[in-house]
């Protein structure tokens, strides 16, 4: 036999293989090559038979050109920003792939001139909210907030309550974000009250605006105050107000949860929010407002440099007309339907039993509102084979539990999910 290393199909062989040329075709040569290398590798390496190489590197092969992957999000947290924040609906994702291709993105088809790009997606948002004189979308809300900062603020101060000195996440910080356009920062207040007369005295000559921003990732609770809209529309400066989550009316399930509708009828001047989290489509960030305004942020130099892609206003449109998505039907789910899915998981899995438990909106959004949920409980031990199994399922870790908390999971996916779960306990 000699050495077995001799015996590694080589590379130009291995590509023949009819699964191997079929992936070549969908995943491009170097892909393959790579994962063909990595087999070939453990073959010399003893790790499995040189005869084996090609039906490891088959197995080995990505279900896309693209290494992100699907993933089962069972954390109970709605909007999880390190799962990707939205899931999209089916609508918006269809409509992702349409725009993916050459698409009439900026090109009016009956007269064959150029046409405003986006009209669709600017259209559907301008329709959702009556009360915004002009809509414009910019690649996230820290986009719309800078662009705000420029059109209103440049060389003046933004007034804003030390109560609202938001630090979004990864050590991003809203002021940071603000004072980066060369704006600079009235505080006022303290971190717990801040009063009309605060902003008042604060408000003068270098006054670009005033802005509201909703804390959405913490609560202060105890001896707080702070300035409504109403109160905050009668200054006589420019008031923006960043809602955060994207609701565009109020919602049943958060009454807390600040939205563009209520922001704007109270006095708003402009509201800005993010796509992806409440309103449940791609990223972006969405800016409602005054028409006047609204006209000036999307002639500024800077909104070219934040200006979205079609895919994003495709998924925007589709999300806007479309069925309900993903978040909002997580947010409505009925905790004895969401039980009762529980149960019948449970019964078809060794060790696992159904619990109530607690789920989150996240992203950012409504902080100490807990939705009603049930879940999966299983043992501890299942959550890294989980996570590693295919597809990944994500839990949560509770008293030493591994909860599958289904409020996340569309019931679309509860049959691979009990796939998922029965593949790692056996
Ligand atoms: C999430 C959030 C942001 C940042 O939005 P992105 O779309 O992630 O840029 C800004 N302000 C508030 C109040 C938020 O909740």
Redesign the pocket.
């Known amino acids: 036999m000699g050495d077995p290393r001799r015996r590694v199909p080589r590379t130009d062989v291995l590509l023949t293989h009819p699964r191997l040329a079929e992936a070549e075709r969908v995943l491009g040569r170097t892909l393959v090559k790579s994962v063909i290398a990595h087999a070939q590798q453990r073959a010399r390496a003893g790790e499995i038979e040189p005869e084996q190489v090609a039906e490891h590197a088959v197995a080995a092969l990505p279900a896309t050109a693209a290494s992100l992957r699907p993933v089962i999000n069972a954390t109970g947290v709605v909007v999880h920003t390190n799962l990707g924040r939205a899931p999209l609906s089916q609508a918006a994702l269809e409509a992702v792939t349409t725009a993916g291709r050459a698409t009439d993105v900026e090109f009016d088809l009956a007269t064959g001139r150029r046409a405003k790009r986006g009209r669709g997606a600017l259209a559907a948002l301008a329709a959702e909210v009556p009360e915004a004189g002009g809509v414009h979308v910019v690649n996230?809300?820290?986009?719309a907030?800078l662009l705000t900062a420029l059109v209103l603020a440049p060389g003046k101060e933004i007034v804003i309550s030390r109560g609202e000195l938001?630090e979004?996440g990864d050590g991003f910080r809203?002021p940071e974000l603000l004072e980066s356009t060369g704006a600079r920062l009235r505080e006022v207040g303290t971190t717990n009250r801040t009063s009309l007369r605060d902003y008042t005295t604060a408000i003068g000559g270098e006054t670009g605006f005033v802005l509201k921003?909703?804390p959405?990732?913490f609560q202060v609770t105890g001896f707080t105050s702070a300035v409504g809209i109403r109160e905050l529309a009668k200054l006589d400066v420019p008031l923006v107000v960043?809602i955060?989550?994207g609701l565009l009316r109020p919602h049943p399930v958060l009454p807390g949860e600040p939205d563009a509708t209520t922001a704007l009828r109270e006095g708003a001047d402009l509201v800005t929010a993010?796509g992806?989290?409440l309103l449940g489509g791609p990223?972006a960030?969405l800016l409602l407002g005054e028409a006047g305004l609204v006209e000036r942020l999307r002639r500024h130099p800077a909104a070219r440099a934040l200006r979205v892609d079609k895919l994003t206003l495709a998924a925007l449109e589709a999300t806007l007309v479309g069925p309900p998505p993903p978040v909002e039907k997580a947010l409505t789910a009925d905790p004895a339907e969401l039980r009762a899915r529980a149960e019948r998981i449970a019964a078809r899995l060794p060790g696992a039993r159904a619990v109530d438990c607690s789920a989150a909106v996240g992203g950012?959004?409504a902080p100490g509102v807990e939705l009603p949920s049930a879940g999966v409980s299983l043992p501890e031990t299942c959550a890294a084979p989980l996570r590693t199994g295919d597809p990944p399922v994500v839990g949560r870790l509770e008293a030493g539990r591994c909860v599958l908390d289904l409020r996340t999971v569309a019931p679309e996916e509860d049959e691979l999910l009990v796939a998922a779960v029965l593949a790692c306990s056996s």
């Open positions: 996230n809300n820290a986009a907030l938001v979004i809203i921003v909703h959405s990732n960043d955060g989550s993010s992806d989290k990223q960030g950012g959004g």
